[in-house]
């Protein structure tokens, strides 16, 4: 991977890369930051243990 490519990052994180391919990414994830980055934060947004459900409270009486 000679370029940032999101949607390489996003099947790498899919794990649906073979080993050459999962090789290059990890190659160019040493040397780009934005793309470290990037999967850091698509990884962390796709864990659902950090996901809370928080279902909507409203005090106000909704108008009919």
């Not at 790498?12 to 793309?35: N, S, T, Y």
Request: net charge negative; with cysteine.
């Amino acid at each position: 991977m000679k370029t940032c490519d999101f949607e390489k990052l996003v099947s790498f994180l899919d794990k649906r890369l073979d080993v050459d391919e999962k090789l290059e990414v990890l190659d160019h994830l040493d040397h780009c930051e934005i793309c470290r980055e990037a999967v850091y934060h698509i990884s962390r947004d796709r864990d659902a243990d950090l996901f809370i459900y928080r279902p909507l409270k409203s005090d106000k009486a909704l108008a009919r």
